[in-house]
């Protein structure tokens, strides 16, 4: 069986563990978000790449790009909390429609470099 979680099993269990942490109804700071997927991250074995505040169809919305696993089994994980509060969605770079996806895996291969150039 291929080691690398597939895309919908990863979602599920950062889904699971999330549950107890995003905070209730009420407007969420840049710091919370950290906190929230600090622990989602933890969780799973991931590292967060970046973070941003974007603005989603008129919404703010908290973006943290991650990754788990290293080499060819690395996949990119998108989560976002809308500003407001609410539910922290957590999906592959893969099935994300968001923009921000599209940079992870950049990001992730320029800080490879930066790391071999060090």
């Known amino acids: 069986m291929d080691a690398q979680l597939d895309d919908k099993a990863l979602e599920d269990t950062l889904a699971e563990s999330l549950a107890d942490l995003v905070p209730d109804t009420k407007t969420v700071s840049e710091d919370e978000f950290v906190e929230v997927v600090g622990g989602a991250l933890e969780a799973v074995g991931g590292t967060l790449l970046f973070k941003m505040c974007v603005d989603n ?38 099935r994300s429609t968001n923009p921000v996806a599209g940079i992870a895996a950049a990001y992730a291969g320029l800080m490879d470099v930066f790391k071999t150039a060090a």
């Open 57 to 94: 169809g008129g919404e703010g919305q908290h973006v943290a790009a991650a990754c788990v696993g290293d080499g060819g089994n690395r996949q990119f994980l998108l989560l976002t909390l809308p500003t407001v509060g609410g539910a922290l969605k957590v999906e592959t770079a893969s």
